[in-house]
């Protein structure tokens, strides 16, 4: 969805010829207009666009680092609670995960869980 706003955006100022738009500044010289101004232009002709991007590349950015969180625990065969209690113990005990099985073992554990093939009905 942020991918599409800012193609939009994009050919919005590419269509209106922004980049090459000029104005004269207090003393009479003519300038070329900046990227803040093209973002405030843009911010005030379309708001609420502008602002759902600004939403979605700070929701990107949120769930991107989790992500990279849940990845790492994934690959430390970690729990969430393991990972917290192991940082206010010594570094000492921290270091030494019982449970670890290398990194393609831990994803295989992930992603492949172990059944139980005696099943008793």
Not at 40 to 67: C, D, E, N
Not at 85 to 114: C, D, H, W
Request: proline fraction near 2%.
């Amino acid at each position: 969805m942020a991918g599409v706003i800012a193609a939009f955006l994009l050919q919005v100022v590419l269509l209106s010829h922004m980049m090459h738009a000029a104005y004269k500044d207090s003393d009479g010289h003519e300038q070329l207009v900046g990227i803040v101004f093209i973002i405030q232009h843009l911010f005030l002709t379309f708001p609420r666009i502008v602002f759902a991007l600004g939403f979605l590349l700070m929701l990107t950015l949120l769930l991107g680092g989790y992500t990279c969180f849940v990845c790492h625990l994934c690959v430390t065969n970690q729990t969430t609670n393991e990972w917290y209690k192991a940082r206010s113990l010594s570094s000492s005990s921290a270091s030494a995960r019982t449970y670890s099985r290398g990194i393609m073992g831990n994803l295989r554990e992930v992603f492949q869980p172990y059944r139980s093939c005696n099943k008793k009905r």
